[in-house]
């Protein structure tokens, strides 16, 4: 519990004042290219005012309003941060969005296959390997047949920041370091370890890298240790 009582200690100052990270307030580039797969390959079939959104690491609600306004999507947000819930409502007026801030180290109050697309944008890396596999198994109860995980988050193939924090801040598993900026643990996939992680249940249709993060300082100042990422469009089966 203490844990968490840091975590969100940590996210509520952030969403005050933006010490670390820049937090913004317009929808994800990832998610619009998903949104584009989706139109592309099954027209509105998954992206409708029928469907149902969950996003497990909301913020200010950014993504889950543009859903919404996209599409008419109704959605679920959950974050850690109360501050972060309180700038999703206010952003929110009358849209079909319901928040609420709460870890997602518990089962969601949420019904079985209720769900057309689950959100991890940038959130599960911060839980522990049993936790991870936990929040696995409430994705996969929560969706439908034939429904959406959109997955993004740290990648550690050819990254040579990843590579330092591993080797001289390391945590308690093997891929996972304690940020030595921001004193919060962290957990970098590989693209075998994602592979892996979902082969049981999901079926990934996409495997989206970011660029290289090779040099300490290239592309813009390092504010918070500038790393890869990657995007996973994955379907339940």
Known sequence: MAGMDKHREFWN?????????ALSATHSEDLEKFTRFLERDYKREFLNSHARA???????????????????????GYDISDVAIEQAEAASTELPIEYEARSINEPFPLPDSSMTIVLDMMTSHFLRKAEREALREEIVR????????????????????????????????????????LGVYEYVWTEAAVREFFADGFELHKFHKSHKHIHRGRSGAERAGKRRTFSAYLQKM
């Open 13 to 21: 100052a952030e969403y005050k004042s933006s010490e670390h990270l």
């Open 54 to 76: 969950l996003d497990v690491g909301c913020g200010n609600g950014r993504n889950l309003i543009y859903l919404a306004k996209s599409y008419g999507m109704r959605g679920v």
């Open 142 to 181: 929560v969706l439908r047949t034939g429904g959406w995980l959109f997955f993004k988050s740290f990648l550690a193939d050819e990254d040579l920041h990843t590579k330092r924090l591993l080797k001289e801040s390391p945590a308690d598993e093997e891929g996972a370091y304690i940020h030595p900026k």
